[in-house]
Structures are given as structure tokens and as C-alpha cells.
């Protein structure tokens, strides 16, 4: 077994991820000024709903979610009741007609590819091409190929290791009954290799697709752990899960789809696990307020242009795990602006 699987990192590598979690997010903001002149159009109104600003711009209403969100967090606008108005740094600096407005500061990005990227995601809730193929799929689609796939599991492996290493310390209790987790779209199954290496008792399955499911293999034999590790090859979606596990895990799987998915994924996790089995969902999350964190709103903004989803808050997944028979425990932060809840089937 390998030791670099037992030893958590001394440091928190959160600055780190944020340099490149972050890159979206000057694009989306310049959009909303120089493209949309948002802030001042609220400004004019004295508050405005998200069905108003939906409707006057044709907007989308998972990337608007996404963006006032964003300016939110970043202290541009303020919700209350269901109303957006503007802050005081919102008013003096993002309204054109203010002496302090900081809007040509950001002509020189409204026009570039991200931008124009950003803009196509606001208008028609459609994933831009970033990093995925030249024919222009999005990211999921990118990843059934196999040279694309293997670049972007080593990206989410590398940082993985730390990130599991802290879920399994922190779930330790939770897990202590567990005989069998079934990471659905593991990945590389840095996850579960990170579980079952700290956790003796413990066993995994890794569901994953054709070709990562290869590279999943690859990974848990260089860890050493393939007689504590299955992986099988499936679509989460449209292929039964593998039987006998007692906890589902899904780490940065949810983020990556809007809510139709993910009440199709819970379901099929109620019904894979028995009364009084457990699930952990691990990944970047809202406060319920979506009004931060700040790293993770910018995140948001990355995932609403490659994926077909956005980072949630606790609230909104405790709605979808209640729905489906489970009771949900509270959250807990991890490391690098992550954490996890858990939940226990009825």
C-alpha cells in the first residue's frame, strides 16, 4: 500500500487552486458590465427580482443564478427577499453614469474568446468550449475521448491526493459502520484508494465510464490496492449500479449537472443502498445564502461554462436527499475551499 495515501499535507493548498478556480470570473463580471450594463439598469430600478432580470436581458436562469452569485459574494449586490439591489461599492464603481465608474478598466476582456464564451453561457445555458475538443463538445462530451480524458483525470488526481487524504480523516466516524463504498464517478479513484488506504475495514467500487474506467485501473494498481478496489464500467446514469455497498460517494460529481440530474442520481442512490446505509457528497459548496464563499462563487463560474451544472449549497441538496428518504447531517469544511455532507437512509 502506498504511504503517500496516509500522510495528509501540512499546508492547505486553497491559494493555489483559486489562481485557476478563479479564471473565469473576471470574463463573467466584464460581461455583466460592458455587455449587459447590469449594475446599471438595477440601479436605475432601485432593486430588481432574478425573474426581471431573466426576462428584460434573456437570460438563462441556471448561469444568472451563477453570476448574481458571483456579485454577491464579491459584495456587488445584496438580495433581500427576493430583490437585488446594489451595494455601495456596486453603485460608485459599476454604474456608468457614476464619476467612479470602473467600467473601461474592463473593455480591453468584454470581447475576448472567454468573454464571448461567458455571454453564450448567460443567453442560451449552453457549456462553452473551453479546454474540451476542437470540434467544439463540451466537457462531457470531450471526456469519452481518451487522450482528453487522461489529461483531465491527472488534473482532478494531483489535486485528489490532499483533498482525500483530509474526506477521509474528517469522515473516519461516519465510515466506522461501513463495509463498502461505492464512488460513483470516481475518476481516477483517488477517492476511494485515500478511504480504503486509511480505513482497513473498508472496501470500494468505482463506477466510471469507458475510457476513464481504464485509467481508474491503472491508478488503483500503482497504489497497490486492486484486491481492496473494483472497478466497473458503466454510465451513472443509464446503467445499473454495482450491489452490496453500504455508503455512496460522490466527490465533484454533482457540481457538474443541473437539478434534473441530480435528483436522477440521488434516486438511484436511495434505491442502491439499504435502510441505514450512508452518503457522502464532497465538493465545493455554497453558504445557504449563496453569498459566498468568494472562491467558491468564482468556481461556480468555471463550472457553469464547461459543465452543465454549478457549485449548490447545502440547503439545496438537503431538499433533493430529503425528497428520497434520507435524513442529512450538517456540513463540514475539509481543505483548498472544500468540504462535504452526509446523509443516512431511512
Known amino acids: 500500500m502506498s504511504n503517500d495515501l496516509q500522510q495528509n499535507p501540512s499546508t492547505d493548498p486553497a491559494l493555489l487552486l483559486r489562481y485557476r478556480d478563479r479564471q473565469y470570473a473576471p470574463e463573467m463580471l466584464a460581461v455583466a458590465i460592458g455587455k449587459l450594463n447590469l449594475f446599471s439598469w ?68 468584454v470581447d475576448s474568446p ?18 474540451a475538443s476542437e470540434d467544439g463538445n463540451d466537457w462531457h462530451a470531450s471526456m469519452m475521448d481518451e487522450d482528453f480524458a487522461k489529461g483531465f483525470t491527472d488534473l482532478m488526481n494531483c489535486r485528489g491526493t490532499a483533498m482525500g487524504q483530509v474526506l477521509a480523516d ?116 455554497l453558504d445557504d445564502d449563496k453569498a459566498g464563499p468568494l472562491p467558491v462563487a468564482e468556481y461556480s463560474v468555471l463550472l457553469v461554462n464547461i459543465t452543465r451544472g454549478k457549485c449548490y449549497c447545502p440547503a439545496e441538496y438537503g431538499k433533493i436527499l430529503a425528497d428520497f428518504g434520507f435524513d442529512v447531517g450538517p456540513y463540514q469544511d475539509t481543505i483548498a475551499d472544500r468540504g462535504f455532507i452526509t446523509a443516512i437512509k431511512r
Open 42 to 109: 438595477i440601479h436605475a430600478r432601485g432593486s430588481a427580482t432574478t425573474e426581471s432580470i431573466e426576462q428584460h436581458f434573456s437570460l438563462a436562469a441556471r448561469p444568472l443564478d451563477v453570476l448574481l452569485t458571483l456579485c454577491r459574494a464579491g459584495g456587488l449586490i445584496r438580495t433581500d427577499s427576493g430583490r437585488h439591489e446594489l451595494t455601495a461599492l456596486g453603485r460608485e464603481h459599476l454604474v456608468d453614469h457614476s464619476p467612479w465608474f470602473l467600467g473601461p478598466y474592463y473593455t480591453p476582456i
Open 114 to 131: 472567454i468573454a464571448l464564451g461567458c455571454l453564450q453561457v448567460l443567453q442560451h445555458d449552453r457549456p462553452a468550449n473551453w479546454q
Open 170 to 285: 474528517k469522515t473516519g466516524p461516519f465510515l466506522a459502520d461501513c463495509k463498502h463504498v461505492l464512488d460513483v464517478g470516481g475518476g481516477s479513484g483517488i477517492y476511494s484508494s485515500t478511504l480504503v488506504a486509511k480505513h482497513d475495514h473498508l472496501r470500494a467500487t468505482v463506477l466510471e465510464q469507458a475510457p476513464v474506467d481504464r485509467l481508474t485501473r491503472d491508478e488503483i494498481l500503482r497504489h497497490g490496492l486492486q484486491d481492496r478496489i473494483d472497478v466497473v464500467q458503466g454510465n451513472m446514469f443509464t446503467d445499473p449500479w454495482p450491489t452490496g455497498a453500504d455508503c455512496v460517494l460522490l466527490s465533484n460529481v454533482l457540481h457538474d449537472w443541473d437539478f434534473p440530474e441530480i435528483r436522477t442520481l440521488i434516486q438511484k442512490a436511495s434505491a442502491a443502498l439499504p435502510s441505514g446505509g450512508r452518503m457522502i457528497i464532497h465538493e465545493a459548496f
